[in-house]
């Protein structure tokens, strides 16, 4: 079975660029995350979908950041404009979870993630 | 505040030594724990999970994990630590009040000396 896909793997850019990552989640999940890694902390949701649609974007900057996953399948999370402050690892994770209020066992499978250097 | 703490950035260990990770957590109602381990430059990788019935879960690569509820903590341990295992350790809760979010702690390095 194949694992969560991630591209690029590296990115440098200046600040104030744009920049992009595209997210392929395991076949058949129903959820996909987006996290924020810190050099030095543990990673940070930024936003969560259930299928196409956003389950919690709380902590997403919402005035630079943005994600989209239109079919369902795989995501695009964008920054723009980038600051100093984004350059971190960003990490996209799926699940089974299919939804409802009901807590869910599954678990989560990352991918190899997205570093993003911003100069 | 629901949170989940790992009160050791760096754990060192020799080799064939004993080793321990620990993790703390602080939510309401009852856990779902789970352990994953980050080597460099790749991405966050499954090793076990709490959910229910026996305390001591045993995981991927010799890992297990014990449950332990009046304490409040789920520490990861192996018997013999390898040199293979030398990454960065994550320990993560999901509350009784979230549907599939979880929450990670910090991170603690575990080296191991030949």
């Known amino acids: 079975e194949a694992g969560v896909a991630q591209s690029p793997r590296y990115k440098i850019i200046e600040k104030r660029q744009s920049v992009a990552f595209w997210c392929n989640p395991i076949?058949?999940?129903?959820?996909l995350y987006w996290y924020q890694q810190i050099l030095g902390q543990g990673p940070k949701l930024l936003i969560q979908f259930q299928n196409n649609g956003v389950v919690d974007d709380s902590q997403l900057p919402k005035d630079r950041f943005s994600a989209e996953r239109l079919k369902g399948v795989d995501s695009t999370l964008k920054i723009q404009p980038a600051k100093l402050e984004d350059s971190a690892v960003y990490l996209c994770a799926s699940s089974l979870a299919s939804g409802g209020t009901r807590r869910s066992t599954d678990t989560q499978y990352f991918g190899p993630g997205t570093r993003l250097t911003v100069l | 505040a629901q949170s989940v703490a790992q009160p050791e950035d760096q754990v060192n260990v020799a080799e064939g030594n004993p080793l321990t990770v620990k993790c703390t957590y602080s939510v309401s109602g009852n856990p779902y724990l789970f352990w994953y381990v980050q080597y460099p430059n790749r991405g966050l990788q499954f090793l076990l999970k709490y959910i229910t019935g026996d305390n001591l879960v045993k995981g991927s690569y010799g890992f297990e994990a014990e449950f332990n509820k009046s304490q409040t903590s789920f520490h990861l341990k192996k018997p013999s630590a390898l040199v293979s295992d030398s990454a960065l350790y994550f320990c993560?809760?999901?509350?009784?009040?979230?549907?599939?979010?979880?929450?990670f702690g910090s991170g603690t390095r575990l080296s191991i000396r030949p």
């Open positions: 993560a809760v999901r509350p009784y009040s979230s549907a599939s979010k979880i929450i």
């Open positions: 076949s058949g999940h129903a959820t």
